[in-house]
């Protein structure tokens, strides 16, 4: 059975940098995509970032890119999500997931596309 748990979510203040880990298992996961999106109250899930876990091929949307880096440790097994220059409107419920390598690469920007989750972790960015 396949289990992503996140972790690394907490109060931070304006400015500050934080890193978000997923620890996937269950699986052999180098055939897929790892994604990042994040739900903030009473607004939509929001793709944050991606990666193939095999190769180099990454994925942003212009509201993260260069502030937010989605990378992967394969001794470890965990992806990782650093975040930088953090303000309030990154304060959301932020949630790994996971979908098979096989789409085009607009496809891994959609929720849809992954097929596994994790519960998620809450980060709070205070001003």
């Known amino acids: 059975q396949v289990h992503l748990v996140e972790s690394g979510g907490r109060l931070v203040q304006a400015g500050d940098s934080l890193r978000l880990s997923c620890a996937p298992s269950?699986?052999?996961?180098?055939?897929?995509?790892m994604g990042w999106f994040r739900q903030a109250p009473g607004k939509e899930r929001e793709f944050v970032a991606a990666?193939?876990?095999?190769?180099?091929?990454?994925y942003y949307p212009d509201s993260v890119k260069g502030r937010f880096t989605i990378s992967r440790d394969n001794a470890n097994n965990t992806v990782y999500l650093q975040m930088n220059s953090l303000n309030p409107e990154d304060t959301a419920v932020y949630y790994c997931?996971?979908?098979?390598?096989?789409?085009?690469?607009?496809?891994?920007?959609?929720?849809?596309?992954?097929?596994?989750w994790g519960q998620g972790t809450q980060v709070t960015v205070s001003s």
């Open positions: 997931a996971a979908a098979w390598a096989t789409y085009t690469s607009s496809m891994y920007y959609k929720e849809t596309t992954y097929t596994y």
């Open positions: 269950g699986r052999t996961f180098n055939r897929y995509v």
């Open positions: 990666l193939r876990w095999s190769g180099t091929t990454v």
